[in-house]
């Protein structure tokens, strides 16, 4: 329970480092996983789940830390940062420097300590608290849904990752009733496995061939990424 999860994304991160290219993986995804696992490590100080939760938190965290860095070194040429044409306030996620994701991160556990001193004791508190938690880790498959929508391919997005989504979260759901885990995990992960399996749907009737030519023009690329160098 605490090793495997993150496993899943392994073959992932080899795919992409094989084919030097993050094409078809959404880097939402990991933004995703880091938020909610750094939220879900407050939320165990205050009501004490599994340990064996918490390390798979912990071991998640330093992964998609991992993952993360990969795709932004290997990020596609079309890719928001490079061309200048993201739609984001303040360009959330899309940022074109990994220290600028890390400055975020340590922002975020920076204010979430200081509200945890604050509200620590309050019961309500913690309780919202898991739900953030487990409530953001459960829109985990949401991005990569968007992106093969828009795609209309899931290409470049390994089979592998998406059969640990759907077989680990069917384990999660079974075992969290099992094991009696607090209300949050198991509403969540309910919630988690009816997304896999809408991707699963998305893999059979759109397959896994390349994605559509873009419609903007070479030169107009080529164009936009001088501009972004000066």
């Given at each position: 329970?605490?090793?495997?999860?993150?496993?899943?994304?392994?073959?992932?991160?080899?795919?992409?480092?094989?084919?030097?290219?993050?094409?078809?993986?959404?880097?939402?995804?990991?933004?995703?996983?880091?938020?909610?696992?750094?939220?879900?490590?407050?939320?165990?100080?205050?009501?004490?789940f599994e340990?064996?939760?918490?390390?798979?938190?912990?071991?998640?965290?330093?992964?998609?830390?991992?993952?993360?860095?990969?795709?932004?070194?290997?990020?596609?040429?079309?890719?928001?940062?490079?061309?200048?044409?993201?739609?984001?306030?303040?360009?959330?996620?899309?940022?074109?420097?990994?220290?600028?994701?890390?400055?975020?991160?340590?922002?975020?556990?920076?204010?979430?300590?200081?509200?945890?001193?604050?509200?620590?004791?309050?019961?309500?508190?913690?309780?919202?608290?898991?739900?953030?938690?487990?409530?953001?880790?459960?829109?985990?498959?949401?991005?990569?849904?968007?992106?093969?929508?828009?795609?209309?391919?899931?290409?470049?997005?390994?089979?592998?990752?998406?059969?640990?989504?759907?077989?680990?979260?069917?384990?999660?759901?079974?075992?969290?009733?099992?094991?009696?885990?607090?209300?949050?995990?198991?509403?969540?992960?309910?919630?988690?496995?009816?997304?896999?399996?809408?991707?699963?749907?998305?893999?059979?009737?759109?397959?896994?061939?390349?994605?559509?030519?873009?419609l903007i023009e070479?030169?107009?690329?080529?164009?936009?990424?001088?501009?972004?160098?000066?």
């Amino acid at each position: 329970m605490a090793v495997v999860p993150p496993l899943v994304y392994a073959d992932q991160t080899i795919s992409i480092i094989r084919k030097k290219d993050s094409t078809g993986f959404s880097r939402d995804v990991c933004g995703v996983l880091l938020i909610a696992n750094i939220t879900r490590c407050f939320f165990w100080l205050g009501d004490r789940f599994e340990f064996a939760l918490l390390i798979q938190s912990i071991l998640m965290i330093f992964a998609q830390l991992a993952l993360l860095f990969i795709c932004l070194y290997y990020r596609p040429r079309l890719s928001p940062e490079n061309i200048g044409v993201s739609s984001r306030p303040y360009s959330f996620w899309q940022w074109p420097t990994y220290a600028q994701h890390i400055e975020f991160l340590a922002g975020l556990i920076l204010v979430q300590t200081i509200i945890f001193l604050i509200f620590g004791r309050s019961e309500i508190f913690i309780t919202g608290l898991g739900f953030v938690a487990l409530g953001l880790e459960s829109t985990l498959p949401i991005p990569q849904f968007i992106s093969n929508y828009k795609q209309k391919s899931l290409y470049g997005f390994r089979a592998s990752t998406l059969l640990g989504w759907f077989g680990g979260d069917s384990y999660k759901v079974v075992y969290f009733f099992l094991q009696q885990s607090p209300i949050q995990f198991k509403v969540c992960a309910i919630f988690q496995l009816s997304i896999d399996c809408a991707i699963v749907a998305q893999r059979i009737y759109y397959g896994n061939k390349p994605p559509a030519t873009s419609l903007i023009e070479e030169d107009d690329i080529e164009q936009a990424l001088a501009l972004a160098e000066e």
